[in-house]
C-alpha cells in the first residue's frame, strides 16, 4: 500500500499505516492548527474506522430551502391545521365529541395509542387524533392499511394529515427514533367490517405485533375506547364475494347509504361521541430485542384487549342515547 | 494502491477514474469497459473489453491489482435491452468475482456500487429502508432482479473471501448537471410527468457525492453494505417546485401502457421502476455510512436546489459540455513515449513494506 509521497506531518511516524486512524482527530481537531500540509487527510487505509472518527467540525452539507413543510412521513403540519379547522365543527356539533383521560397521554416522547375500530367507513380515527391534536398540542400519525397508499388522491390526502401504512418499520421509527404518537387499531378491517348487531363486541387483536412494536420500540402502550363510532355509520348488509371479486377487504352496505343515498358512503349519523384515554400499559422488557416472548407478548395483548372492552361496557353502560349521550 | 475500475466508459467510472488520478498514493488505474472512455484522463490505461469481462482474469494476474472498483453496474433499464444488461450485470460480475477470487488473487479491496432499486417500492414497504431490510417478493422488473442477484454473489464472495474487503454501496435516485437518468430526463422536460392522484417522497443524491462515497470506500477501509443517499426526502411536487416546472398527471390505472406511447415518441423515457418510484416513492436510511466516518456535501434538498441552478444556467447559456473523443494513439503517446517528458516524481524513499513500489514511469500529474 504506497504512502502520500510528500512529507508526512511531523506527528504521523512515516510508513507505519497504524497509528494514522488515530492521526485523524490531531488534524482535525484544536490542539494543533492544521498547515497546508496536513490538510488533506491522511490514508486510513487498513484501519476499520471508529464511528467517532467522523469528523466533528465538518460543514454541514449544503441544504437548499425547503418549499412545503411535508415531512418524512408525507405529514404537513399546514395541511393538517386546515383540515383541523375545517373539521372542527364536524367534531364538535355533528359528534358533540367529548374526551376524559388525556392526562394519560404523555407530555413527551413516544407512546402507541391502541383504540377499538367501528363503522364502515370509520369516524374514530379522525375524531381521536383531532381530540389529541387540538387538547394536547401533540402530532399523531394514524397507522392503517397499505391499501390507502395506493389510491390515487385519496392516499395522497391521507398522509398529508397524518396516515402512515402500517409497517412495523414505520412504526418502530415513529416511536423509537422520533418519539411520536402513533394511533393504531388492531382489529383493523376486522373491526369495520363487522355487522351492526356485532357493535362493541372487540374482535382479535390481530396477532399482538402492536405489543412487540411498543415493546421494541420502548413506548408505552396507551388503550383509548371510543363509543358513537359503531352507530355513526352501522352495517346493515355485506357482501363477502363482492368484496373478493373487487379485492377489498369488505363491501357493505350501511344505514346511511339507504337514508342519504350515495352521500351516505361518507356522510356519518350523528352519533355522541365519547373517547376515554385509559391508563398506560408498560411491559417491563428492555427495547431492541432480536425477539420477544410470545406469550408474554399475547398475553399483554389481550389485557389490553380486555381493559378495552371492560371501558367500553362501563361507558355504554352510562349511556342514555346513542345520539345524545 | 493498484485499482482496476469497471466501466471506465460509464459516466461513474470515467468521473471515479479523474478522481483516483489526482491522488498520490494511487500507484496505477486500469480501466476495463466495452465502449471507450468519455472522459480525459491522465494517465489511467484503458483495456476493451467484450461486454461479460472474460478476460478479466487475465486483466487482474497481469496488473497484479489490489482494489477493484465495480461501477459498471447498469442501473438504468432505458439504455440497453434487457439481455444487453443482463449480460453486462450479471454476467460481468460472475466473471468479476471469479476473476478476483481465484487462488491467489492480489485483491484485497473491492467496491461496488450498486443502486437502492434493490429495495422495491410498492405500497406494502416500509417509507424507510435500511441496509439489513431484505426484499419479501422477487422484483417484478429485470434491472431490479439482476441487482438483488449480483448482490446474493457479492454475499456469497464476501465469505468464501475474508481475507478481501467488501464494500456494496447502494445509492438512492443522482441527480447533478452531468449525469442522464430518466428521472432527470423527466425533470429537464417542459412539464413533468406525474402518476395523478400520486405525490411520492423521493430522495436524491449530489452526483458528487456520489464520487466522494465512491472514493471514500476506495480509499478508507468500510466492509459491508451502506446506503448513500442525501438527508431528507421531497414529495415529487415539491421538486418540481424548486425546479419550477408544471406537472402533468399520468393516469393511474393502467401507467405503463399510457406511457408507451410517449416512450415511442421519445417524450418521455419513464421505465415501470421509474413508474412505481413515482407512485409510491422510496427512502433510504443513510445514518450507517455517516456513522463510518462519511461526509455528504449535499442534503436531498441542496440537490435538486442545484439542479435547478443548474437548469437555470443551461437555459441561459446553452449546454455547457465539453466534447471529448478518446484516441487510443494520442493518449498511447502521451502515456508511452519518450519523446514526451514527464515530470519527474518527487523522490520519495520506497516505503518500507512496500517493495518494488516505486512509481514506474512517472505519471504525468498537476496538470489538470
Avoid at chain 1, 397524518?162 to 409497517?167: H, I, K, L
Avoid at chain 1, 352510562?318 to 345524545?324: A, H, L
Avoid at chain 2, 459540455?321 to 493518449?331: L, Q, S
Amino acid at each position: 500500500m504506497a504512502q502520500r509521497s510528500g512529507t508526512p506531518p511531523p506527528s504521523e511516524p512515516a510508513g507505519d499505516a497504524a497509528p494514522t486512524g488515530d492521526a485523524a482527530p490531531t488534524v482535525l481537531g484544536v490542539a494543533e492548527p492544521p498547515t497546508a500540509e496536513s490538510l488533506p487527510a491522511p490514508s486510513r487505509a487498513l484501519v476499520p474506522v471508529p464511528a467517532e472518527a467522523a469528523p466533528v467540525a465538518a460543514p454541514e452539507p449544503y441544504a437548499g430551502h425547503r418549499r412545503s413543510d411535508v415531512d418524512g412521513w408525507g405529514r404537513s403540519e399546514h395541511m393538517r391545521g386546515i383540515l383541523r379547522r375545517v373539521y372542527d365543527p364536524v367534531y364538535k356539533y355533528w359528534f358533540r365529541a367529548e374526551v376524559e383521560g388525556l392526562e394519560h397521554l404523555p407530555a413527551e416522547g413516544g407512546a402507541l395509542l391502541v383504540s377499538n375500530h367501528a363503522g364502515a367507513v370509520p369516524s374514530d380515527a379522525p375524531v381521536i387524533m383531532h381530540a389529541i391534536e387540538t387538547e394536547t398540542g401533540r402530532a399523531v400519525y394514524g397507522l392503517a392499511e397499505n391499501l390507502f397508499r395506493a389510491m390515487p388522491v385519496v392516499g395522497t390526502l391521507w398522509s398529508r394529515v397524518g396516515g402512515v401504512a402500517a409497517n412495523p418499520d414505520n412504526a418502530y421509527r415513529l416511536l423509537h427514533d422520533q418519539d411520536q404518537l402513533v394511533l393504531v387499531f388492531p382489529e383493523g378491517t376486522k373491526g369495520t367490517g363487522k355487522h351492526y348487531s356485532q357493535r362493541y363486541q372487540l374482535r382479535r387483536f390481530g396477532r399482538g405485533g402492536f405489543v412487540e412494536i411498543a415493546m421494541r420500540s420502548g413506548v408505552p402502550v396507551v388503550p383509548v375506547a371510543v363509543v358513537g363510532s359503531e352507530e355513526a355509520m352501522p352495517i346493515i348488509w355485506k357482501s363477502p364475494r363482492l368484496a373478493k371479486l373487487l379485492g377489498i377487504p369488505y363491501l357493505p352496505v350501511t344505514a346511511n347509504m339507504l337514508v342519504f343515498g350515495p352521500l351516505g358512503v361518507v356522510a356519518p349519523f350523528p352519533a355522541k361521541f365519547r373517547v376515554r384515554v385509559l391508563e398506560p400499559v408498560t411491559f417491563g422488557v428492555p427495547p431492541d430485542q432480536e425477539r420477544y416472548s410470545r406469550s408474554q407478548v399475547m398475553e399483554a395483548s389481550e389485557s389490553i384487549r380486555t381493559r378495552i372492552q371492560v371501558a367500553l361496557y362501563e361507558m355504554l353502560r352510562d349511556r342514555r342515547s346513542p345520539w345524545f349521550g | 494502491m493498484r485499482i482496476l475500475v469497471t466501466g471506465l466508459g460509464t459516466f461513474w467510472g470515467g468521473r471515479v477514474a479523474q478522481a483516483l488520478e489526482a491522488r498520490d498514493d494511487v500507484e496505477i488505474v486500469i480501466g476495463v469497459d466495452t465502449h471507450e472512455p468519455r472522459m480525459p484522463l491522465e494517465r489511467t490505461e484503458f483495456v476493451q473489453t467484450d461486454s461479460s469481462f472474460s478476460i478479466l482474469d487475465r486483466i487482474v494476474e497481469a496488473t497484479q491489482v489490489d482494489t477493484i472498483l465495480h461501477t459498471h453496474l447498469v442501473v438504468d433499464s432505458t439504455q440497453m435491452s434487457g439481455r444487453a444488461l443482463h449480460e453486462i450485470n450479471v454476467i460481468g460480475t460472475m466473471n468479476l468475482l471469479a476473476a478476483a477470487s481465484r487462488p491467489g488473487s492480489p485483491v484485497r479491496r473491492m467496491v461496488v456500487k450498486s443502486s437502492a432499486l434493490v429495495y422495491g417500492m410498492s405500497n406494502s414497504d416500509p417509507y424507510v429502508f435500511r441496509e439489513d431490510m431484505v426484499r419479501p417478493r422477487t422484483p417484478p422488473t429485470g434491472v431490479e432482479r439482476s441487482l438483488v442477484e449480483i448482490e446474493a454473489f457479492l454475499h456469497d464472495f464476501a465469505q468464501d473471501n475474508p481475507h478481501v474487503t467488501v464494500t456494496l454501496l447502494r445509492f438512492a435516485n443522482v441527480l447533478g448537471d452531468d449525469v442522464e437518468t430518466p428521472i432527470s430526463k423527466a425533470l429537464r422536460l417542459p412539464v413533468v410527468p406525474e402518476v395523478f392522484g400520486f405525490d411520492p417522497r423521493l430522495q436524491f443524491v449530489h452526483e458528487d457525492d456520489v464520487v466522494g462515497a465512491l472514493m471514500y470506500a476506495t480509499t478508507d477501509e468500510v466492509p459491508g453494505i451502506y446506503n448513500v443517499a442525501g438527508d431528507g426526502c421531497l414529495p415529487w411536487s415539491e421538486v418540481c417546485t424548486i425546479i419550477g416546472k408544471r406537472r402533468v398527471g399520468l393516469p393511474p390505472l393502467f401507467t405503463n401502457w399510457a406511457a408507451e406511447p410517449l416512450k415511442l415518441l421519445r417524450l418521455v423515457d419513464l421505465p415501470p421502476e421509474t413508474l412505481a418510484l413515482l407512485r409510491y416513492g422510496r427512502c433510504i436510511d443513510n445514518s450507517r455510512y455517516k456513522r463510518v466516518g462519511f461526509h455528504y456535501e449535499y442534503t436531498t434538498s441542496g440537490t435538486v436546489e442545484t439542479f435547478a441552478q443548474g437548469l437555470r444556467l443551461g437555459r441561459s447559456v446553452g449546454e455547457t459540455h465539453p466534447t471529448y473523443r478518446y484516441r487510443r494513439e494520442v493518449e498511447d503517446f502521451f502515456r508511452h513515449s519518450p519523446a514526451v517528458i514527464r515530470p519527474v516524481p518527487e523522490m520519495a524513499a520506497p516505503l518500507p513494506g512496500t517493495p518494488g513500489a516505486t512509481i514506474r514511469g512517472g505519471p504525468p500529474r498537476g496538470t489538470e
